[in-house]
């Protein structure tokens, strides 16, 4: 099955600057790729994804790269705020059918320190 | 957008007995749905995949006859912890649609 592996496990930056948060994946069948947001609490919110026909996708503040070749994927977060202090979670999955069952990563708790 | 309702989001009970949480798809019909358990500070971990009409699907490790799934409609999605035990207490949340949208999450404390 897929394995997820995610770093940092928690990343503390100024507001203002970039946060990078990196996974590995192990699975080449792998072709959707979720970042979720989850604040304490509460549910996992889904941030940005990205496919493996594409490379880079980028909405606002937010990018995420994508190296199928190294199974490597990253989430870029720049201007950081204080608001976007929470755990995120990469995740990984094969598309079956249309619908896709994800593995996650670990979790990186990112602060952002106003 | 999809939405996912999900109840309780907690709950505390005492040792041994059983505990029923609900997961509604509001505005979608969802043939499969997605129990995860997530203890504090982890990962999201996949229990089982609920499937319209037909018996779950439990991960390697997850005891079915502990954690009974029954999906009867196309919007709703149950899982009953049986005789549950402290070292159940944990974060339950459930996830249905296209977007992978997740329920509100129940927390369950066993006393």
């Known amino acids: 099955g897929e394995n997820v592996e995610q770093h940092p496990s928690t990343l503390s930056v100024q507001e203002g600057d970039s946060a990078v948060i990196k996974c590995t994946y192990s699975?080449?069948?792998?072709?959707?790729f979720p970042w979720y947001k989850q604040e304490l609490g509460k549910r996992p919110q889904l941030i940005i994804d990205?496919?493996?026909?594409?490379g880079e996708k980028k909405d606002q503040r937010i990018a995420v790269t994508l190296n199928k070749t190294a199974k490597h994927f990253s989430l870029h977060i720049t201007e950081t705020q204080p608001e976007d202090s929470a755990v995120y979670f990469c995740?990984?999955?094969?598309?079956?059918?249309?619908?896709?069952?994800?593995?996650f990563g670990r979790g990186t708790s990112l602060i952002v320190h106003p | 957008g999809a939405v996912v309702s999900q109840h309780p989001s907690r709950v505390i009970c005492k040792s041994g007995t059983s505990v029923k949480i609900e997961c509604r798809s509001l505005?979608?019909?969802?043939?499969?749905m997605f129990w995860y358990r997530q203890f504090p500070k982890q990962s999201l971990m996949l229990m089982a995949t609920?499937?319209?009409?037909?018996?779950?699907?439990?991960e390697q490790g997850v005891e079915k006859d502990k954690f009974l799934i029954n999906h009867a409609s196309l919007t709703l999605s149950t899982l009953t912890v049986t005789s549950a035990h402290p070292e159940d207490s944990s974060f339950y949340i459930c996830?249905?649609?296209?977007?992978?949208?997740f329920g509100s999450g129940t927390r369950l404390t066993v006393v």
């Open positions: 996830s249905a649609g296209e977007g992978y949208t």
């Open positions: 990205i496919r493996s026909n594409v």
């Open positions: 609920s499937n319209e009409g037909s018996k779950a699907t439990y």
């Open positions: 505005d979608f019909q969802a043939t499969t």
């Open positions: 699975d080449s069948a792998s072709n959707y």
């Open positions: 995740a990984a999955s094969p598309t079956s059918g249309g619908s896709y069952i994800p593995t």
